[in-house]
């Protein structure tokens, strides 16, 4: 069973920025896909970015610019650096990942997430 556990959440004023991170103790992270998804109560998990296993990166066209995805092999964490922050990205954000998963899977069916952490923006 692998472990994922994010931080950094918070309150932000809009415009702000904040940095997530995902750690995932005795796992490592450059095996597969993993990515960054979001819920707001009542509405679908979407994603919002996502890194290949060798390091290719996407985001959901409202991030772009905005949002960057990283990953540090060596202490086995993933990050994702949120700049001009909206209130509109007000959510839980989760970070997730399995064997099977790739980037642009929209099927929200991995095995392995992390219990999420609150992202509010707001003045």
Do not use: H
């Amino acid at each position: 069973q692998v472990q994922l556990v994010e931080s950094g959440g918070g309150l932000v004023q809009p415009g702000g920025p904040l940095r997530l991170s995902c750690a995932a103790p005795g796992f490592a992270l450059d095996l597969y896909d993993i990515g960054w998804f979001r819920q707001v109560p009542g509405k679908e998990r979407e994603g919002v970015s996502c890194i290949s296993n060798d390091g290719v990166t996407s985001y959901t066209e409202s991030v772009k610019g905005r949002f960057t995805i990283s990953r540090d092999n060596a202490k086995n964490k993933l990050y994702l650096q949120m700049n001009s922050l909206k209130p509109e990205d007000t959510a839980i954000y989760y970070c997730a990942t399995d064997p099977i998963f790739r980037c642009g899977d929209e099927s929200m069916s991995m095995e392995w997430w992390g219990q999420g952490t609150q992202v509010t923006v707001s003045s």
